[in-house]
Structures are given as structure tokens and as C-alpha cells.
């Protein structure tokens, strides 16, 4: 138990001109509050939140927050939506920085002296002579232990092999270590003949840092911690640490009466480290500390640490209904593919409730993971994301596919006028703001590889990507106007009158006006780009299914809705069929009930702006959609089992056939659209040496009975039917690249 003052008497010891400090220090904090919230809320499109009315008013808080995917990123967001003032720990490592010092400070964090930010490379290299019979004796090879090492003191292995505590310090090349490392990684490093290098990490003592945490929470003030230990971007959370239970319980046990309540956090981003995408934060049920856990804290020793992992495990369980944790970027990646193909009777759900269904995928899945219906979902659902990047498009653009070659060109031309417009717009704002675009990129990315070369637990080391874009912008954006104003001012001072005759009076201004008219002319440009840029992106975007259309006709895209269609069916009667075994308070018709309401509270002028005016664009786009509704665009000869239809149920799937498989990856994009087009060249057929009859049975099995034994797998018929030509009612023309059978 950390040995720290009473923080009653500490908190009765505070007088007035503490109180007027801390008077002064609240409005600095409030104002770098301020500031922040709006950088983030400009970096970010869209911020939601979850149960934000759990947080309660009063009494002091501790808001345990995961998975901490955005460095210095993630604490302002708890900070826009806690309605309270949050006070984080810090790393000191950070503290120590110039910059993030400075802001860290302003926003009184509480510095935290971690262990491995104090690491040093040892001399010389270890070794462990004999395993079995002195598995705690370290030897050293060309070591000066004494030097270097004291006990209490740490011993860590490269890429986090392991690590010990120094029990003895024998001499310079013998060492005794508290435990044995039992690690396979760490007795491989050991046992080599070179043996390994190594880092000596020293005992830090916190009792300061437990004493200013103690202090705040009895002064009824909330503290903000990351049990994680880091930022890091892997799908699931890290292992806590055990720094949270410990400040819970032994300010508890300290002051009886304090009332602390433990709120889990979650941040859930859908592109962390992208410009202008969205976010979530979902506030969970908060934890009271327990009696009896405190009872067995004050009686130290191993009860202590029983407590401690008590406690741990409710905060863990807590954080777990918060947060979304996949063992890896695959499953992530195929839960969310499941859930955007569930179809709930709600037809739209808000950001925050995708991300509460996607967390209630990954249980499901998790449970049901095993069963031979989910299996074959799951390969479907891989086969279907595989079909969509071949043709290039994303799960909701298939829909907007489903329209005939003359009104796909109508909004052709559309959306290409106001992608024309727009991005006219734009291009003043985007190109005085390109020197920001360029070395918020670079930068960010070299960060990165520098974040991962000295992590352990990275990935990619995304997390700190928008962290540096932030920064770095935070500079160079100013620092960029500021030579665009003063170059203005040169420009308007030395240009002949003949060249300023078009714009009245400009050269009758002061040097100060011009500089200001053109700080905010830049500022108005790169507004403009904003608002009309980011519409012109998602223009850009929905342009390639158009253009597909255009290229294979809506027959050819049928047949992918109908895959779609089927999937979609089949995972949302599973859906409800497993989910009341898991939720029995689950129901297909309330769907919006229990996944709760959402509230954006950060909607700035900007999204407002773009949102209108994405609308205006919308409400034309539909007037000309209705002009030619009327026009039968896939003929008159279609076959109706081409259309989209449902189907009951089926989970007696046949997974795709190796040979279909290895034929599938051997075939390239240009490949496979050419052999799409060219299905309706009757010499692409002569390619084929199947029969007539063949082609009409390979037919029969895309369109037939959904019960047919002889159907196959609704992934492998939508790799089947990619480059087939027409989807009509000739089934000879079906016959493509992919027919194997």
C-alpha cells in the first residue's frame, strides 16, 4: 500500500490563497478546454455520445478510459462530453516535452513517472546458465551489474520478451532475479550462446503522484486515467494495470465517506488517424467500490493484491460493455460486414447505435463462433467482401448499382457537374493549404514508424497519426498564413496601380488592413474547401458504381444485389433466431429501445453548412431520378428470376470449392472486367468448351430454388456471376470465367 499523507487532513489544510490559485488555474483550464474541443471538433466530422447522463453531477469521479487509440486525442474527447473538468495523469516522459508540457499543465494533469519511459540500455549482454538448476541466476557477459543495477530495479528483454525484478546484485556479472522467466520468448533469448541484450529499468516511487490523486478525489474533483498504460491501435484492449484499483481503493480506505464512483469509458473511432471522420464515446454504468474490497485492502499483503484483481476484474468486465475488442483486423472486419448486411426493422441507426450492434456482433460471435451455420455465414460474408473489391465499391454503393445504363448516365453527369462546381470551390482553399496536407503526412507517418520501432503492443502505430497531424498543423496553418498575408502586403505595396485597378481602392490601404483582409481571405478559402471539399470526396466516391453501370448494364449487378439480398436475409433470420439466447430482452420490432438514443453535442457551422448544401444537390438529383422513373431501362425481355427477391432461411450451405478458390486468385482485375464485357461478344463464348446443355445447368443453379441441394454457396454463385454478361433470361450467356463446375 503506497505510504501517503491522510488526504483529509490534506484537503483541510487548504487555505485561501491555495483556493485563489486554484481560482486562476480553473480559468486557464477552461480555456484550453475550450480551445481544444474545437481543434478535435474540426479534425472530426461527427462525435457521438452514449449515456453521457450515467455521469453523475456531483462527488468525485474516476473515468477509466479504453482502448486508447488516439494519443493526445482521446482525453479531449472525454473532455467535450464529461460536462465536468477532468483531471488526467499524465506520463511525466510527456509532461517533460515542451509543447504537450505546456498543455498539459494548462489542463492540470497529475504527472505519472512511468518505468519504461526511464529505461537505459544495459552493458553487455545476459545469459542463463542453467535453467533447471538456478533458474533465478542471471550471469552476464561483459556486464557491470553493480554499476547499473540496485534491487527493486527491473531487468527487461528486447521486444518485450520478458522482464524481472533485481532481487540481488552479486557482482558485476552475476545478478539474482525475484522470479524465474518463464516466457518462451524470454528462455529462448537466455539460453542463446551470445546471450541478450537487455535494459535496466529503475524502481520509481509514486507516492507523490498517489497523493495529488488523493487529494483531488476528496476534494469531490474528477481524475481521468488510461489503465492501458498507452496508446496503441491493436483491435482489442490491452491488459490493465493495476495503478486504478489501487487508487480507488486506498483513497476509499483512507477516507470512508468519499462516495468515489468509477465510470468505464469507451472510445470507439471508425478511422482514428483520417481527417474529418467520426466518433463515439459511450459512458457506462457507474461502479461503486466495494466495502468488503477495501476491508481487504487495509489488510495488506496478499489479501491487498486479491482486492486489487477484484476490483480489476469488475472495472475490465465494465469497459468490456463500453468498447469493441476483436483478437484481430479480420474478425473486426467481418463482424462489421455482418452487421451492416443485418437488416433490423429500424431502418436507420445512428453512429452511436452501429457501434452498440457491431459490440453486440462481436458477443454473439464470440459465443456462436463454433457452429456449423455460423462457419458457413462467415464464408459467404468473406466471398462477398472479396466480389466487392474486385469490383471496386464499398457493401452500400451495391444498391444504388441497381438502376439501367440511361438514368446511371443522367446522374453521371450530374454528380460530375457538381463535382465540377464544387471542386472549383475548393481548389483556391486546397491549394493554399497544400504545403499543410503534405508535411502533416509525411511527418505523421515518420512518427509512426518511429512509435513502432520503440513499442511493443503497436501495430501500425496509427494511434499517434492524427495526434502529430493535429500538432503540426496547429503550427504550420498560422505560420502558412501569416507568409501569405505578408507576401499580399509586398505584393500590394510594389504592383503598379495598372494592376490593382480592378480591385477599388486596395492600394490605398494600410499595410496592417491588407494584412489583415488577406489572414482572412485565407481563412474563408480554406473554409470553403472544407465544406465543398469534403461534399466533393464523397461525389468522387459514388461515381465508380455509376460508372460500372454504365460499362456492364444493371443486368450485370443484378445478380450481386440478389447475393447481397440472400446473405442479408439468411444472417438476419440467424440474428433472431441466437440473439434472445444471449439478450432475452432482445426483440426485432425494438430494436431502437435497447440500442439506446445518441446525441451529437459538437455540431459545428461547418457540417451544418455542408449538410444543406449536400441536400440542395440531393433534392436535384431526385427531381431529375423522377423525370425518367418511368422509362423501363432493363428492357422489357428480363427474366423475373433475375429479379431481387427474398428467400426463407437456409443454413445448409456448400463452402466454395478449392478449385473455384484457386481459379478466383489467379485472375486478374483487368482479367475479370474484360471478361465481363466480353461476355457479350459471341466470341467470348467460343472460350468456353463446356456444352450448351452444361451452360443452361451451371444457369439453373444461380437462379433456381434457393432449396436445392444443387445450389451452390451464395458467395461462390456471386464469384460466379462477376463477369457473367447479361443476367438475363438467356441462360447461355451466363456461362463465364468462374463457371468451374
Known amino acids: 500500500m503506497p505510504k501517503v499523507d491522510d488526504p483529509r487532513s490534506s484537503a483541510a489544510s487548504v487555505d485561501a490563497e491555495h483556493e485563489a490559485a486554484m481560482s486562476e488555474t480553473f480559468f486557464v483550464y477552461d480555456l484550453f478546454r475550450a480551445f481544444w474541443t474545437r481543434v478535435v471538433g474540426l479534425f472530426f466530422r461527427e462525435i457521438a455520445e452514449r449515456n453521457a447522463h450515467l455521469i453523475p453531477k456531483t462527488g ?80 552476464g557477459i561483459g556486464t557491470r551489474f553493480t554499476k547499473e543495477l540496485q534491487p527493486e530495479m527491473k531487468i527487461a528483454l528486447p521486444k518485450g520478451a520478458g522482464q524481472a525484478k533485481v532481487e540481488e546484485v552479486l557482482s558485476d556479472t552475476q545478478v539474482r532475479i525475484a522470479k524465474e522467466m518463464k516466457e518462451l520468448s524470454a528462455l529462448e533469448a537466455l539460453t542463446k550462446p551470445e546471450g541478450s541484450a537487455f535494459k535496466t529499468i529503475p524502481h520509481v516511487n509514486q507516492d507523490d503522484m498517489y497523493r495529488a490523486v488523493y487529494q483531488r478525489l476528496n476534494n469531490g474533483e474528477c481524475i481521468g486515467i ?51 471522420s467520426r466518433a463515439v464515446i459511450d459512458f457506462g454504468q457507474p461502479i461503486d467500490v466495494p466495502p468488503e474490497l477495501v476491508e481487504k485492502y ?213 499595410s496592417v488592413r491588407v494584412y489583415i483582409w488577406a489572414w482572412g481571405l485565407a ?71 435497447h440500442l439506446g438514443e445518441d446525441r451529437v453535442t459538437h455540431s459545428s457551422i461547418i457540417n451544418e453548412s455542408a449538410d444543406a448544401f449536400h441536400r440542395r444537390m440531393r433534392s436535384g438529383e431526385q427531381a431529375l431520378r423522377q423525370r425518367i422513373g418511368n422509362i423501363n431501362i432493363g428492357g422489357s425481355g428480363s427474366n423475373s428470376e433475375t429479379n431481387i427477391r427474398r428467400r426463407e432461411s437456409k443454413y445448409n450451405f456448400n463452402p466454395p470449392t478449392p478449385r473455384t478458390m484457386d481459379t478466383l486468385n489467379k485472375i486478374s482485375p483487368l482479367e475479370f472486367l474484360s471478361t465481363a464485357i466480353g461476355a457479350h461478344n459471341p466470341a467470348a463464348h467460343s472460350l468456353d468448351s463446356s456444352t450448351e446443355a452444361d451452360q443452361e445447368d451451371s444457369s439453373s443453379k444461380h437462379v433456381g430454388d434457393s432449396k436445392s441441394d444443387e445450389r451452390p454457396t451464395s458467395g461462390e454463385s456471386s464469384r460466379n456471376s462477376e463477369p457473367i454478361s447479361s443476367g438475363t433470361a438467356s441462360p447461355k450467356v451466363r456461362k463465364g470465367l468462374f463457371d468451374l463446375t
Not at 470512508?256 to 482514428?272: A, D, R, S
Not at 463462433?369 to 454503393?397: A, F, M
Not at 461515381?543 to 446473405?567: C, D, N, V
Request: glycine content about 6%; proline content about 5%.
Open 60 to 139: 468525485p469521479v474516476m473515468f477509466v478510459v479504453a482502448p486508447h487509440h488516439n494519443q493526445f486525442i482521446d482525453p479531449v474527447i472525454l473532455l467535450m462530453h464529461a460536462a465536468r473538468r477532468v483531471y488526467y495523469l499524465t506520463a511525466a516522459a510527456s509532461m517533460r516535452r515542451r509543447f504537450i508540457g505546456f498543455y498539459g499543465r494548462c489542463l492540470r494533469g497529475i504527472p505519472v513517472e512511468r518505468q519504461q519511459d526511464l529505461a537505459k540500455t544495459g552493458t553487455g549482454r545476459l545469459r542463463l546458465e542453467d535453467r533447471y538448476a538456478e533458474p533465478t541466476l542471471i550471469t
Open 226 to 276: 488510461f489503465p492501458e498504460g498507452g496508446s496503441h491501435d491493436r483491435t482489442e484492449m490491452l491488459p490493465l494495470k493495476a495503478g486504478v484499483t489501487i487508487m480507488a481503493l486506498g483513497a476509499t480506505a483512507a477516507n470512508p465517506e468519499l462516495g468515489l464512483k468509477i465510470v468505464p469509458t469507451g472510445l470507439n473511432y471508425f478511422h482514428p488517424s483520417k481527417f474529418r
Open 298 to 510: 487495509k489488510r495488506g499483503g496478499s489479501e491487498m493484491r486479491e482486492a486489487c484483481d477484484e476490483l480489476l476484474e469488475v472495472v475490465s468486465e465494465g469497459l468490456k460493455q463500453v468498447t469493441l475488442n476483436t483478437p484481430d483486423y479480420e474478425t473486426l472486419k467481418l463482424i462489421q460486414a455482418g452487421r451492416r448486411l443485418y437488416q433490423p426493422n429500424l431502418h436507420y441507426l445512428t453512429m452511436a447505435q452501429q457501434v452498440e450492434l457491431t459490440r453486440r456482433f462481436i458477443k454473439g460471435y464470440d459465443k456462436y463462433r463454433d457452429l456449423p451455420e455460423v462457419k458457413e455465414l462467415r464464408e459467404r460474408v468473406e466471398d462477398y467482401n472479396l466480389q466487392l473489391r474486385y469490383y471496386g465499391i464499398r457493401d452500400h454503393q451495391v444498391d444504388t448499382m441497381q438502376i439501367g445504363r440511361l438514368e446511371a448516365g443522367a446522374l453521371f453527369v450530374w454528380r460530375l457537374v457538381w463535382l465540377i462546381i464544387m471542386g472549383l470551390v475548393a481548389l483556391p482553399g486546397t491549394v493554399i493549404n497544400t504545403p499543410v496536407f503534405v508535411i502533416t503526412g509525411v511527418v505523421s507517418k515518420r512518427k509512426a514508424r518511429a512509435a513502432l520501432a520503440a513499442s511493443t503492443v503497436k501495430v501500425r502505430a496509427r494511434d499517434v497519426i492524427a495526434t502529430w497531424k493535429i500538432l503540426i498543423a496547429l503550427v504550420l496553418v498560422p505560420l502558412l498564413y501569416t507568409t501569405y498575408s505578408i507576401l499580399a502586403v509586398v505584393l500590394v505595396r510594389r504592383a503598379p496601380r495598372w494592376a490593382l485597378a480592378g480591385i477599388s481602392g486596395v492600394s490605398e490601404w494600410s
Open 523 to 593: 481563412a474563408f478559402m480554406s473554409y470553403t474547401a472544407l465544406v465543398f471539399g469534403e461534399q466533393a470526396i464523397d461525389i468522387v466516391k459514388s461515381i465508380r458504381p455509376l460508372f460500372l453501370t454504365l460499362i456492364l448494364g444493371k443486368e450485370h449487378t443484378e445478380l450481386l444485389a440478389q447475393s447481397r439480398q440472400e446473405l442479408s436475409d439468411d444472417i438476419t433470420d440467424l440474428v433472431n433466431e441466437l440473439a434472445p439466447k444471449i439478450y432475452p430482452e432482445f426483440s426485432t420490432t425494438r430494436i431502437k429501445e
